[in-house]
Structure formats: C-alpha cells, structure tokens
C-alpha cells in the first residue's frame, strides 16, 4: 500500500512538471509570435514610408486609382461580330460593350491600343463557344474572360489605370 501511495506521489509531480513545462513552453511561443507580429507588420510600414522607391510609387499610382474618376469607354460601334460554324446552334453573335476603367491613362491607353483589343476580346468570344452563350452564366463567364484579357493588355502594355468592369450594350445572336 505504501508503494501505491509513493506512485501516486510520483504521478502527481510528474503531471506538475508536465503542465508547468506546457505552460512555458505556450508563453514562449506565444512571446515569440507577438515578437514576429510586430517586427513583421510595423517593420514594413515604416520602411515603405520611408523608401520613396519603387514600392511608395506604385502604392501611390494604386492610390491615385482608387481616387481617379471612373471613365466609361465606349466600344459599341463598330460591334464586335463572330461567326460560328454551320455546326452550332448560332451562326452570328454580335457584341458591343462599354468597359469601366480607372486611372489617368486607361482611356488614352484603350484608343492607342484598340486593334489589339479588338483582337483578343474576338479570340474570347470564338474560344467561349456558342452553346455557351445562350445562358446567363455562359455570358458572365465570357464578361469574365474578356474582362481579364484587358487586364492582361493593361500589364503588357504598360498602360496606367486598370480596367474596373465591362458592360454589353447589345448582345445579338443568330
């Protein structure tokens, strides 16, 4: 009995140590997490403040954007036309549209580089497909596709602004 008594003694102890060292071991890390934290996230806005480089200038282009007035670029005439194989349910779809952009330059940018605009947007539309396009959603993901297309003509070009939304002014199929 004595020896159950010295067990009991000994696991007592034991699950002290335990815990104590659990508990030590949370603090720590729960120390060195703040530690990052502040290092981390304070760190990088005092030096992009104070770097004025490449990195502050972006922001402040990103900035300018936010605040820049909305532009409407109007590209319904002349509409945007694909046919379609004998094959498909539709022969002819014509579009026109208006995109939404922001930031000085967009629109400047959209005018000077608008063959290679029309282009790209007439590759989307004949890659969604026409069966695609007879519903809601296929148009959407067509908005989607020639909305990111324009993006990817913002980068390449490097045009200033970037492209907030694209709307179809008419959308006929035959």
Partial sequence: MAEAGHQEGEAKKSS??????IIAALVVLGGGGAAAYFLLFKGDAKESSA?????????????????????????EKPPLIVNFGKSSSIRV????????????GSAEG???H????????????SAQGADSLKTREGKEQLRESMK???????????????????????????
């Fill in 114 to 125: 608008e063959p290679m605009v029309r282009n790209n947007l007439l590759l989307v539309i």
């Fill in 148 to 174: 990111h297309s324009l993006e990817e003509i913002f980068k390449k070009m490097s045009i200033k602004g970037h492209v907030e939304n694209l709307f179809f002014t008419t959308f006929v199929m035959q």
């Fill in 110 to 112: 959209m005018k000077k």
């Fill in 16 to 21: 002290k140590k335990l815990l104590i060292i």
């Fill in 51 to 75: 770097e004025g480089s490449s990195h502050g200038e972006e922001a402040g282009e990103e900035a300018e954007d936010m605040h820049a007035e909305p532009i409407y670029y109007d590209m």
């Fill in 93 to 104: 779809v014509q579009i026109g549209m208006t995109v939404l952009l922001k930031g000085e």
